[in-house]
């Protein structure tokens, strides 16, 4: 076995869960600009062709993650006031923006 292969992820075992709970620390360690399909690769032990079977791109992979960010928010009822509802909502995207503060920017 060479030193290469010792490293790899098992076959079949990369999940986009994985790859974004990966890119979510590198976005925290380095922003945004610091994000590649290699770094990713390279943090999962797999090769950047892996993470690209669960996402075509790395705009897909921006995509995903502003969702799940996103499905995080709690939308108020539409039987409240409208004020409350705003006040409701915008609370709930800044607990949504705190929980990755380096990637709040990208979903403002």
């Known amino acids: 076995m060479d030193a290469s292969s010792k490293n790899k ?14 890119a979510f620390e590198v976005i925290e360690r380095e922003g945004l600009s610091g994000v590649s399909m290699r770094k990713l690769a390279a943090r999962l032990g797999c090769e950047a062709m892996s993470i690209y079977h669960h996402f075509p791109s790395q705009a897909h992979l921006y995509e995903a993650l502003v969702d799940r960010q996103m499905s995080g928010l709690v939308i108020p009822g539409a039987d409240l006031p409208w004020r409350e509802r705003a006040r409701i909502g915008m609370q709930e995207f800044r607990r949504v923006a705190t929980e990755h503060p380096a990637f709040a920017p990208f979903i403002v």
């Open 9 to 22: 992820r098992p076959r079949g075992k990369l999940s986009r869960e994985m790859i974004e709970d990966a």
